[in-house]
């Protein structure tokens, strides 16, 4: 009869220990901790390695790693490509 007792208790402290780490954490409203999400994000989306593009002065087209001259328009290429697009280097 005592070692009914001990599985009962074992099958409810199993249970409960799975509840506990299956739960959602708890949403904050804390700002503190948006603000440093939104600069975590914005940190990791200037920390990714890009190209520039741009025209020249004789109309070539240029790729370059540092940006051009000041006051020509260029534009930024993602070295990394964006998620679900595959890259495959061989050629049929």
Do not use: C
Request: hydrophobic share 40%.
């Amino acid at each position: 009869m005592d070692t009914r007792w001990a599985v009962v208790a074992g099958i409810a402290a199993g249970i409960a220990v799975a509840w506990w780490f299956s739960r959602e954490p708890e949403a904050t409203d804390d700002p503190r901790r948006a603000r440093a999400e939104q600069a975590a994000a914005a940190n990791a989306e200037d920390a990714r390695p890009v190209l520039y593009r741009w025209t020249d002065d004789a109309g070539v087209v240029q790729v370059t790693q540092e940006p051009p001259p000041r006051g020509r328009h260029f534009e930024k290429v993602d070295i990394q490509p964006r998620d679900g697009i595959e890259v495959d280097g061989r050629r049929r």
